[in-house]
């Protein structure tokens, strides 16, 4: 232990916690402190050098944040050993990078926070404001309908909006349909990898997953109208555009074919749109198809922000609205009227369009980012979409390849999340969560670098 480590710090301009920063990386540079050595106890150095405890504290914390130091509790602070290669290194204060969380990005050019801002102002001197602050319907108040069914008509086609219901997050809407449409012990429809928030609404609620197969462009309609003969399913769960996780999207014809199944075998479809809007060429939706069968779900939270909770659904009739608004009202009430009114204040204004295509071009320049990281390896992604499906290659296995990949801080969704019935060896990897080009690009090419090392070699690498 260096019990006789006594930096000066007299002379430093500026805080004096970071003058004790900047004297320990001088004295490791200089090697008057080598890798591995306990620095003194951070009271023993804060009477040393006449200053309060919690700058020291906040000094060790700097060093520690900046990989100076390693800090063990019980143990005392050490120096740190060398530097790991360049590609190994964490620029992320955090010490790791999230390719777990499925949100969409936020970049500056949607200008969320300013439009927040502004739209909440022009709320509060709004006529009414105070109304948005009582209870409202649970099938959401007429305004908010109204706003609601225009924006699903871009995309829908007209739509009354007695068949339009507001509610607060797409999850929170998936908890309820399956609650009108289906019964304990009756059969559900997924494609074999699916969104993980709908098995567990399924599970909670007992029913049963009958897994579908699928291929590069989705759900394979033949296989889903055999498991219509087996199985007698009372619905079918899918998500038809930018699939989570895989991102197929349905071609039209494939659609067109799932509608028909789906109608002559009786299986209602709940069709989970969350990316829909991103791309601009996406296929018509199945509810513009078959909208006398199909609860449609648009959320928020995946084309403008998870912040706003708010969801939007197409219901099939008036009667299917009266149930589903029950069920809301059961579960959560209502969607917060005060986000409800800004996304509508929003869409009259243009500007949910706008953060929508601001959203879609940051993530074309993430994803080609992910191209360039990613070159050779298996995946699967879209260009408007902010998450990809990548295949390990040979001999990774998901498991060890997340257990290496945590050690590194990298969080990634390995395929049993997804997954109803065998896994395949795949995670899926979001692109949103990650706070600037520079962590997406080194997070990445920590990804690349583990997947082309064998696992056996990896701890040589890192």
């Not at 008057?32 to 504290?57: E, F, I, S």
């Amino acid at each position: 232990m260096m019990e006789s480590w006594n930096p000066t710090i007299a002379g430093d301009a500026g805080p004096k916690y970071l003058a004790i920063v900047k004297a320990l990386a001088e004295d490791i540079r200089a090697g008057r402190l080598p890798p591995g050595v306990r620095l003194p106890p951070q009271r023993a150095l804060a009477k040393h050098l006449n200053v309060d405890l919690t700058t020291v504290t906040r000094a060790f914390n700097e060093a520690r944040r900046t990989g100076l130091i390693d800090a063990t509790a019980g143990r005392g602070s050490f120096v740190r050993g060398p530097t790991p290669p360049k590609e190994m290194r964490r620029p992320d204060p955090s010490g790791s990078v999230d390719f777990s969380m499925n949100m969409p990005p936020q970049p500056v050019t949607a200008r969320l926070a300013e439009r927040m801002e502004a739209g909440l102002s022009r709320l509060a001197r709004s006529p009414g404001f105070l109304d948005r602050m009582q209870y409202q319907d649970s099938a959401g108040n007429m305004a908010d309908r109204t706003a609601a069914a225009h924006w699903l008509g871009g995309r829908l086609g007209p739509l009354p909006v007695h068949r339009v219901l507001v509610a607060g997050g797409a999850q929170v809407v998936l908890a309820a349909v399956l609650a009108a449409t289906l019964r304990p012990g009756d059969a559900l429809c997924v494609p074999a990898l699916t969104y993980p928030g709908l098995r567990m609404a399924a599970e909670r609620r007992g029913i049963r997953l009958v897994p579908v197969p699928c291929d590069a462009d989705g759900l394979d309609p033949d296989a889903f109208l055999e498991s219509c003969k087996a199985e007698r399913p009372r619905a079918l769960y899918l998500v038809p555009t930018l699939d989570n996780p895989t991102t197929a999207t349905l071609p039209p014809t494939r659609r067109e074919r799932i509608a028909e199944v789906a109608r002559s075998h009786g299986v209602a479809v709940i069709e989970d749109d969350a990316y829909g809007a991103l791309p601009p060429d996406a296929p018509p939706p199945i509810a513009s198809l078959a909208a006398d069968i199909t609860w449609h779900i648009a959320t928020l939270s995946k084309c403008v922000s998870p912040g706003l909770r708010v969801a939007y659904v197409a219901v099939p009739g008036t009667n299917e609205a009266v149930r589903l608004a029950a069920e809301l009202r059961a579960i959560n009430m209502m969607a917060s009227p005060l986000t409800a009114a800004l996304a509508s204040q929003w869409i009259a204004e243009g500007e949910l369009d706008a953060v929508v295509a601001a959203i879609r071009h940051e993530n074309g320049r993430r994803q080609a980012v992910a191209r360039e990281a990613l070159q050779g390896l298996d995946l699967q992604a879209h260009s408007c979409g902010h998450h990809l499906w990548l295949r390990l290659p040979e001999p990774w296995r998901r498991g060890e390849f997340g257990a290496h990949a945590r050690q590194l801080g990298l969080s990634v969704i390995l395929s049993d999340a997804f997954a109803v019935g065998p896994a395949p060896e795949a995670i899926r990897v979001s692109l949103g969560a990650a706070p600037d080009a520079e962590t997406l690009r080194y997070g990445l090419s920590l990804l690349a670098t583990l997947l082309t090392h064998p696992p056996g070699a990896i701890s040589t690498v890192v």
